[in-house]
């Protein structure tokens, strides 16, 4: 095939943009060849012209997200080499200080992600705070052709399609899928997909940077303009292997795909000025290579500070406590109302949450009256609306997503984990992520196997995500609001079971037993037991809507057995406070620690385990965790039963302990 005739000379600017990026991915897959890159390294070659055409385009006020392929989208808006070699080496001075790498990029208004597909409902959500300021931002998405497999990108179109959201997706459609080409992995095509959410849609083959950027320039300012979003299709062709050597295609192929490589054809410039462009560009990254190569190892640390929105102070004000106690979801219902009142960078979204339906269980009743379209009633999108939760987040907001049921944020899971949480840490600096993701959990509502499961296990142990959880002896103001001031993405479990029944306030329980908020009234953990006891004959820790069936439990083994038996309720369950959960204990000599989780990995254990090390000397035999039964939950109400804690559970667990403690001292006497 010849060569493509020559096109518009590129001015110096552009010339000099094409240039640093191949010179950069050259440099990097000759270091990796040499054992100095690590891990994996995707290049762009053949695709530079893309951001370089893009770049002029978009403001400081644009949020840009970038993938695995996104070095070029990143030298082209900030043409910084010299961080992005030390980031991909790991010496000092990287922009992520190391901890990002190759695929992991922030600085500013840029953001690039690992995973296929996961930056565009965070895009919707970061498009949709743009959208709020009205001054004609947007953000723009880089995404490959292989992405448009990935449920992700379907959920986030419809979002923002509904939604009008400023947003630009640009494919960058290079033929080929690692190493699976494009027909055999995507039915129909790209612009039939976007029709489909009545999106814009508009496809290039130009790879002449001035002729791509005058075909691009009016759409953008039409999105800008409020016109919706928009798909861009460009046909590249990706010159270099999918990461560093993994190439199948034949001689052939290759040949074809150079004879279209815009460096091959000088990029429409003299071939004098060109070459001088090509030497000074190639020498300026092989000296930086060589000068960062010299360096030290980075230590994890971003080189500088980027521009981050910080962490929201919660508001101070004290809420008046209702004459009569709340319901669990009518005290859940004032803390977001009044937490909305009082911020107005708060958003809500879920599924059915606007009135008059008011949310599955009447949780959100009266917000969307009230807050606008700060509340929005998605579609049925868990993975996309979290995304566009922590979008928001990112973008400097706040944002509370309902799971309709909780047993759904597995489909969540990777925006949760992969996103959300890594984001705090994994760019070398803190990125404040003030997400709160709602999950009603649980049974004892004949709702069947995939309504009532309790799934705080599969979150527990992830970096920078906290979990909590709603019991009757916490007030839901305070809790949320501490939830979303952190900066960590968090996850608040409620057992369904609570929300009509009463909190409780004052100091009694009853005639019998009395508790306290030990601690802050958002972190504190509830203690409760008979009045004046230092010492009690056993623990009983017990989180959410089983701190109902415990207390039940310690009246009985009060009143009937005459033991002494503190429970305690924490709110937090991840990261847990071991330490002074074990001071709590008051050196019993027996715990019990309950869960509505199936039995494994969980919660309990990860108790038991902390208390073990820390009361071996005081406890006089193992502590005991009592789990659901290991299987999923049935629908028929007393098939249900069997598979839950129940009160009863608790009081014959304690029983079985206190008669082996009582044993055991008998026999040392």
């Known amino acids: 095939m010849l060569n493509p005739p020559p096109g518009p000379e590129p001015d110096d600017a552009d010339l000099a943009a094409l240039l640093l990026i191949r010179h950069v991915e050259l440099a990097l897959l000759r270091l990796f060849g040499e054992g100095l890159v690590s891990g994996t390294t995707h290049t762009c070659l053949g695709q530079e012209y893309v951001p370089v055409a893009l770049a002029p385009l978009l403001g400081a006020a644009d949020m840009v997200f970038s993938n695995h392929r996104g070095h070029g989208h990143y030298l082209a808006l900030t043409g910084d080499a010299e961080g992005l070699l030390a980031e991909v080496l790991g010496r000092q001075g990287a922009v992520c200080g190391g901890a990002g790498g190759s695929q992991h990029l922030y600085t500013g208004g840029f953001l690039s992600t690992g995973v296929q597909g996961e930056s565009l409902p965070v895009a919707v959500g970061a498009a949709l705070r743009r959208a709020r300021d009205g001054a004609g931002a947007l953000a723009l998405a880089f995404v490959g052709d292989g992405t448009w497999g990935e449920g992700a990108v379907y959920e986030a179109l419809n979002l923002a399609a509904l939604w009008r959201a400023p947003l630009v997706v640009v494919v960058e459609h290079n033929g080929i899928a690692q190493s699976t080409p494009t027909e055999r992995q995507l039915a129909g095509s790209i612009g039939a997909r976007a029709a489909a959410f009545g999106i814009a849609h508009h496809r290039s083959s130009t790879s002449e940077v001035s002729s791509l950027r005058a075909e691009l320039s009016p759409l953008l300012d039409e999105v800008r303009a ?86 929201r102070a919660a508001p101070t004000a004290v809420p008046a406590v209702p004459a009569v106690p709340e319901r669990v979801a009518e005290n859940l219902n004032r803390a977001l109302h009044e937490l909305m009142a009082a911020d107005p960078s708060v958003h809500l979204l879920g599924e059915d949450v606007s009135d008059p339906y008011g ?93 009532s499961q309790s799934p705080q296990k599969h979150l527990m142990g992830v970096p920078d995500l906290d979990l909590y959880e709603l019991s009757p002896f916490h007030d839901a103001v305070p809790l949320v609001r501490h939830a979303l001031s952190t900066g960590n993405p968090s996850v608040l479990f409620e057992d369904k079971v609570l929300y009509t029944e009463r909190r409780f306030t004052g100091d009694a329980v009853d005639e019998v037993l009395h508790w306290r908020l030990d601690g802050d009234s958002a972190l504190g953990t509830a203690v409760v037991g008979p009045a004046g006891v230092e010492r009690p004959d056993a623990v009983v820790i017990a989180p959410g809507g089983l701190a109902r069936r415990a207390v039940g439990a310690l009246r009985s083994l009060l009143l009937e057995d005459e033991l002494c038996v503190r429970l305690l309720v924490p709110a937090r369950l991840y990261p847990l406070d071991a330490d002074r959960l074990a001071e709590l ?85």
């Open 585 to 669: 204990c008051g050196r019993a000599p027996a715990v019990v620690v309950v869960e509505d989780g199936t039995p494994g990995a969980g919660w309990g254990t990860e108790v038991a385990q902390a208390l073990h090390t820390r009361l071996w000397s005081v406890l006089r035999a193992p502590v005991r965790v009592l789990t659901a039964a290991d299987r999923p939950v049935p629908a028929a109400p007393h098939l249900e039963d069997e598979v839950f804690v129940r009160d009863e559970d608790i009081r014959r667990a304690v029983r079985a302990l206190a008669e082996h403690v009582s044993t055991e001292c008998g026999e040392e006497q």
């Open 359 to 451: 949310g599955a269980f009447k949780v959100t009743r009266g917000l969307s009256t009230r807050f606008g379209e700060r509340v929005r009633s998605t579609p049925l999108s868990e993975g996309a609306i979290t995304g566009v939760g922590a979008g928001l987040a990112l973008a400097g907001e706040r944002a509370v997503v309902e799971m309709m049921f909780g047993d759904f944020v597995t489909l969540a899971f990777d925006q949760l984990v992969n996103f959300a949480a890594k984001s705090v840490s994994m760019y070398g600096r803190r990125v404040p992520v003030p997400l709160l993701v709602r999950c009603p959990v649980g049974g004892r509502r004949g709702y069947g196997a995939t309504h």
């Open 226 to 311: 409020g016109g919706g979003p928009l798909v861009v299709e460009l046909d590249v062709p990706r010159l270099g292997p999918h990461s560093k050597g993994d190439d199948t295609r034949d001689a052939e192929e290759l040949a074809a795909l150079g004879a279209r490589d815009w460096y091959r054809a000088r990029a429409g410039a003299s071939e004098q000025r060109f070459a001088a462009w090509d030497a000074k560009q190639s020498a300026l990254v092989e000296a930086l290579v060589a000068e960062v190569v010299a360096r030290p190892p980075s230590d994890g640390r971003a080189r500088a500070a980027s521009a981050v929105p910080s962490p």
